[in-house]
C-alpha cells in the first residue's frame, strides 16, 4: 500500500480493506474492514469508511469528501440479512454526507451534509440536493434531482448536469493524482 498510513487503512477481525490502483486515502481519514475502493478512489480529510459488520464496496473514480461517515447495517432479529453500503462509480459525495447502509447506482452526486438511510437505493444518475434526508427503503429514480427531509423529486436533471457526473469524477481523480504525487510527510 503505497502512500497510504498504516493507521488509516486498518484490518478488523482478520480483513484488512482492499485498494485498486492510484487509490488516495488522506492520512486523518479512516476505513476499517471489509472495504473495498476501486481504482481512482479518492477519500479526503477526516472521513469515516467503517466495514466492522457488514462490507462496503466503492466503486472506480468515486470521491468520498471530508468530514463524511460511510457505515453498514448490521444483521440482526430487527434487520435479517441487513444492509451492506454499495456505491457505483463516478459518484460524488459531499462534504459531510451521511451514507448507511444504502446503494448508490453509477453518477451519482450526493450533496453536502445529505443522509442517504438503511436500505435506500439511489438509482443511476441521480443529483440529491445538499441537506437532502432519504429515508429508509426509499428508491430515487434515475434522472431526477431530490430534495428536502424527507427527499422528494424536485425535477429532471438537465442534460449539462448529467454531463457534470463524469466531469466532477474526473476532476477529482486528477486532483487526487496531484495529491498522490506530493507523497505523505508522516
Same mark, same amino acid.
Given at each position: ?7 488509516? &487503512?486498518?484490518?478488523?477481525? /482478520? ?9 488516495? &486515502? ?17 477519500v479526503w480529510p477526516l472521513t469515516v469508511i467503517r466495514g466492522d459488520m457488514h462490507h462496503i ?31 457505483? %462509480?463516478? #459518484?460524488?459525495?459531499? @462534504? ?11 453518477? &451519482? ?16 444518475? &441521480? ?5 437532502? #434526508? ?14 428536502? /427531509? ?20 474526473? /476532476? ?6 496531484? @495529491?498522490?504525487? %506530493?507523497?505523505?510527510?508522516?
Amino acid at each position: 500500500m503505497a502512500n497510504i498510513n498504516k493507521y488509516s &487503512v486498518r484490518k478488523y477481525q /482478520n480483513t484488512t480493506p482492499k485498494l485498486g490502483e492510484r487509490v488516495f &486515502v488522506d492520512r486523518s481519514a479512516v476505513v476499517i474492514g471489509d472495504v473495498e475502493l476501486a481504482d481512482d478512489v479518492s477519500v479526503w480529510p477526516l472521513t469515516v469508511i467503517r466495514g466492522d459488520m457488514h462490507h462496503i464496496r466503492i466503486g472506480a473514480r468515486t470521491s468520498v469528501q471530508d468530514g463524511s461517515v460511510l457505515h453498514i447495517t448490521h444483521a440482526s432479529d430487527f434487520n435479517p440479512g441487513g444492509y451492506p453500503l454499495i456505491i457505483g %462509480e463516478d #459518484v460524488t459525495i459531499g @462534504h459531510q454526507a451521511m451514507l448507511h447502509g444504502c446503494t448508490i447506482g453509477n453518477r &451519482v452526486l450526493v450533496g453536502m451534509k445529505s443522509m442517504i438511510m438503511d436500505g435506500a437505493v439511489v438509482e443511476d444518475e &441521480v443529483i440529491i440536493a445538499a441537506g437532502a #434526508v432519504v429515508t429508509p427503503g426509499k428508491v430515487l429514480e434515475s434522472g431526477y434531482v431530490y430534495k428536502g /427531509n424527507p427527499a422528494k423529486q424536485a425535477r429532471p436533471i438537465s442534460e449539462k448536469e448529467r454531463q457534470f457526473f463524469t466531469y466532477s469524477a474526473g /476532476n477529482y481523480v486528477r486532483l487526487k493524482d496531484k @495529491h498522490l504525487a %506530493e507523497g505523505f510527510d508522516l
